[in-house]
């Protein structure tokens, strides 16, 4: 599910030795209130705390706290009929069907999902789509449904045409939306309907785009993990070796949280956890230290996990070591 949202956060679970832990949330205190509501059906709780939110990419978190709950897609359809002209009930609707969807379908590569998973798959996304639409009618300036859309889009394979809408949708309307890029560097990559080429230069543009101190420097490091993910064992080394690698991710961190107006706040975690295994992985061992003394043993499950998809703690550490900390 990883590849679905934000290279999400839980606060609080331990992995391996006292001083690191790993975490699936930000931090922040409203998810989990949020998505204690949730588990209760209590919608009256659940609005309050996404209503204190300004539509945004702040609401993303939040949402998909609601959306991965289980049985929310039971108690929000009575509130959809009690409800009809309301666009927040059809939102937290349509981001659940999301989610639920990835449920039937699982995270198993496509030749060992069912005929029968994947019908129930798309129906769900279809029916998410329905409500996104048609929240995005409702209120034109929420950037909430366009970014579900993308990710329903790429499970329906809508292909890059219609992708690339959805993504420039919900820029418009939050032009430094992490999530919105994030789905659309995975919308570029090789291994959906891109290449290797156009994954880094977007990932590029925007990161160096955007105003310094952002999050979306987040984005070169990313990229080049994914290039390495999709080579043989010992291209993969070549390739993140190589110095050109190395300058670019020197230049991104110099964009992202190494700029003056770089700001800890939500997501600040995952960025210098993702630069960590960047830096770590092309050999640049001061860079990898930086990130290391700044993550201070809280350790991010993605991208972490694709070195030990069991225990991402386990890989943080052992890189961590190897740069010196």
């Given at each position: 599910?990883?590849?679905?949202?934000?290279?999400?956060?839980?606060?609080?679970?331990?992995?391996g030795r006292?001083?690191?832990k790993v975490q699936?949330?930000?931090g922040?205190?409203?998810?989990?209130?949020v998505r204690?509501?949730?588990?209760a059906?209590?919608w009256?709780?659940v609005?309050?705390v996404?209503?204190?939110?300004?539509?945004s990419?702040?609401?993303?978190?939040?949402l998909?706290?609601?959306g991965?709950?289980?049985g929310?897609e039971?108690?929000i359809?009575p509130v959809l009929?009690?409800?009809p002209d309301?666009?927040?009930p059809l939102?937290v609707?349509?981001?659940?069907?999301?989610?639920?969807?990835?449920?039937?379908?699982?995270?198993?590569l496509?030749?060992?999902?069912?005929r029968?998973?994947?019908?129930?798959?798309?129906?769900?996304?279809?029916?998410?789509e329905?409500?996104?639409?048609e929240?995005?009618?409702?209120e034109?300036?929420?950037?909430?449904?366009?970014?579900?859309?993308?990710?329903?889009?790429?499970g329906?394979?809508?292909?890059?045409a219609t992708a690339?809408r959805?993504?420039?949708?919900?820029v418009?309307r939050?032009?430094?939306?992490l999530?919105?890029?994030?789905?659309q560097?995975?919308q570029?990559c090789?291994?959906?309907s891109?290449?290797?080429d156009e994954?880094?230069?977007f990932?590029?543009?925007?990161?160096?785009?955007?105003?310094?101190?952002?999050l979306?420097?987040q984005?070169?490091p990313?990229?080049h993990?994914?290039h390495w993910?999709a080579l043989?064992?010992g291209?993969?080394?070549?390739?993140?070796?190589r110095?050109?690698?190395?300058a670019?991710?020197?230049?991104?961190a110099?964009?992202?949280y190494r700029?003056?107006d770089?700001?800890?706040g939500?997501?600040?975690?995952?960025l210098?956890n993702?630069f960590?295994?960047?830096?770590?992985?092309a050999?640049e061992?001061?860079g990898?230290?930086?990130?290391?003394?700044a993550?201070?043993?809280?350790v991010?499950?993605s991208?972490?996990?694709?070195?030990?998809?069991?225990?991402p703690?386990?890989?943080?550490?052992?890189?961590?070591?190897v740069?010196?900390?």
């Open positions: 599910m990883a590849l679905l949202r934000d290279w999400g956060l839980t606060l609080g679970k331990w992995a006292p001083g690191v699936r949330d930000s922040d205190p409203d998810v989990q209130r204690d509501a949730a588990e059906g209590d009256a709780a609005r309050a996404l209503e204190a939110r300004p539509e990419e702040d609401r993303t978190e939040l998909w706290a609601v991965d709950t289980a929310v039971r108690w359809a009929e009690a409800e309301a666009p927040l939102l609707a349509g981001i659940r069907h999301i989610s639920w969807g990835w449920e039937a379908r699982t995270d198993a496509a030749k060992h999902v069912s029968e998973q994947f019908d129930v798959f798309h129906a769900r996304l279809r029916t998410a329905q409500w996104l639409y929240v995005a009618e409702r034109p300036g929420w950037s909430s449904p366009w970014y579900g859309l993308q990710i329903t889009g790429r329906l394979e809508v292909g890059p690339r959805r993504f420039e949708a919900t418009r939050a032009p430094h939306h999530g919105a890029h994030q789905q560097l995975q570029v090789a291994k959906w891109g290449s290797h994954m880094h230069a990932a590029r543009t925007a990161a160096l785009g955007a105003p310094g101190g952002t979306l420097g984005l070169v990313y990229a993990i994914e993910l043989d064992s291209a993969d080394a070549a390739y993140i070796r110095p050109e690698v190395a670019s991710l020197r230049e991104a110099d964009h992202s700029h003056p770089f700001q800890r939500r997501g600040w975690l995952q210098v993702t960590a295994m960047a830096f770590s992985l050999g061992r001061n990898a230290r930086e990130c290391f003394e993550a201070d043993g809280r991010t499950e991208p972490w996990y694709y070195l030990d998809g069991d225990d703690a386990a890989a943080y550490r052992k890189m961590r070591s740069a010196g900390r």
